[in-house]
């Protein structure tokens, strides 16, 4: 559980009584590549923290085709929305996701369901205040994947990849990227030899 320590050390201090009564209500699963880890329709009850490995979330519309909504990660280059696997409107509201969640390589999470987290909120105002910032990241991810399908051309959204996530090129699948991007594989080819990626 290191990783998930040195990730909430730097947003709240933690006692040692505190970080005992966290590995309580902290559930360690690994996942396989290729292996669900959350299925549409299913109520997400809880956060699931990337420890190790490279995940993500995506849709399938009414014509059956697979979007990429997400990709989540745990390296050097990974930030709150990166590190954090759930589907937050699922969560908040207690309604069916809309969202898929798969294993891209073999993956460790520790998993905190949501009684455990409403029991810490309850405990001490530093738990509260970390979901809450944890729910603004989850606003300002999809007000940026919005506003950047909008008003963002292709060229202007493999940018900003190369800016924030260049190393995925080499660890996700191509055409999830593309999916993820909002442009054909074909597409994302060429933009990759106009940037010099290949």
């Known amino acids: 559980m290191n990783k998930f320590l040195e990730f909430l050390k730097l947003n709240i201090d933690l006692t040692s009584s505190e970080i005992e009564l966290l590995a309580n209500r902290v559930v360690e699963k690994h996942f396989q590549k290729g292996e669900t880890i959350h299925h549409a329709e299913?109520?997400?009850?809880?956060?699931?923290?990337?420890?190790?490995?490279?995940?993500?979330?995506?849709y399938i519309d009414e014509n059956g085709k697979d979007t990429t909504w997400y990709i989540y990660?745990?390296?050097e280059n990974s930030h709150l929305t990166n590190l954090i696997v759930f589907d937050y409107d699922s969560y908040l509201n207690q309604?069916?996701?809309?969202?898929?969640f798969e294993a891209l390589s073999d993956c460790t999470f520790y998993i905190m369901?949501?009684?455990?987290?409403?029991y810490l909120c309850s405990q001490h105002l530093k738990w509260s205040e970390f979901m809450r910032r944890s729910s603004d990241m989850?606003?300002?991810l999809v007000h940026e994947k919005y506003f950047a399908q909008l008003v963002q051309?292709?060229?202007e959204r493999f940018a900003q990849f190369l800016k924030t996530?260049?190393?995925l090129l080499s660890k996700v699948p191509q055409y999830h990227i593309a999916s993820?991007?909002?442009?054909?594989?074909?597409h994302l080819s060429r933009l990759k030899k106009m940037n010099k990626c290949e």
Request: glycine share 8%; aromatic share 12%; no cysteine.
């Open 153 to 155: 051309n292709a060229d």
């Open 42 to 58: 299913q109520i997400h009850n809880g956060i699931y923290f990337v420890e190790s490995g490279t995940a993500r979330g995506y």
């Open 138 to 140: 989850a606003y300002s």
């Open 73 to 75: 990660f745990n390296d």
């Open 165 to 167: 996530t260049p190393h």
């Open 180 to 186: 993820y991007l909002g442009i054909t594989p074909q």
């Open 113 to 118: 369901k949501k009684e455990d987290i409403e």
């Open 95 to 100: 309604t069916p996701s809309n969202l898929h």
